[in-house]
């Protein structure tokens, strides 16, 4: 009877981690969606003053010879400097 019990035991601690890491998940989705709507609005203000992101972007990948995969893995702050 105490392997039934310590078994019991076992599901219902991963059954609680899982529920609490879901929740986690959707905070961190919340936080990672707000992240993005910033970035779009930082992106949409320079195209409104004339800055073209793309043409920074090639400037960037042609000017230090890395390959277009190792360019594109680029994070948008490296490129935007």
């Known amino acids: 009877m105490a392997e039934k019990a310590s078994k019991d035991e076992q599901v ?8 609490t890491l879901a929740k986690e998940r959707e905070e961190m989705m919340k936080i990672l969606n707000i992240v993005e709507q910033l970035m779009q609005m930082h992106v949409k203000a320079l195209k409104d003053l004339g800055v073209d992101l793309a043409k920074e972007a090639e400037k960037l990948k042609g000017g230090t010879g890395q390959s277009e995969q190792a360019a ?9 400097k």
């Open 12 to 19: 219902g601690f991963h059954k609680g981690a899982l529920s």
């Open 72 to 80: 594109s893995k680029k994070p948008i702050e490296d490129i935007l």
